[in-house]
């Protein structure tokens, strides 16, 4: 069993910053992929950033610049630094672990920027 369990959302300002933090416990592979998407109200979950165990990382286009992803292998968990903040990057946003082509999901948690 994996748990994922997120923390670091809250309300800011636009132009502000957030640091998200994911830690997953329970039976994990060394060799996986975590990584953040978001998903704002009527619209699709979509990737913001990924890095994997060995420290690759893919960003999406609209936060390439602001945000960064980062890992501590030993704690199993993952990073998100967010600046620069903008009222768009609004969402919910989500933790997944992808390992041994399983995917787990964090529960979520809010991102709220006001302009």
């Known amino acids: 069993q994996v748990q994922l369990v997120e923390s670091g959302g809250g309300a800011v300002q636009a132009g502000g910053s957030l640091r998200l933090s994911c830690a997953a416990s329970g039976n994990i592979f060394s060799i996986n992929t975590m990584g953040w998407y978001r998903q704002a109200p009527g619209n699709e979950r979509d990737l913001v950033a990924s890095?994997?165990?060995?420290?690759?990382?893919n960003y999406a286009d609209s936060v390439k610049g602001r945000f960064t992803i980062s890992r501590d292998n030993a704690k199993n968990t993952v990073y998100l630094q967010m600046n620069s903040l903008k009222p768009e990057d609004t969402a919910v946003y989500y933790c997944?672990?992808?390992?041994?082509?399983?995917?787990?999901w964090g529960q979520g948690t809010q991102v709220t920027v006001s302009s």
């Open positions: 997944r672990l992808l390992s041994l082509a399983r995917l787990y």
């Open positions: 890095i994997s165990s060995g420290g690759s990382t």
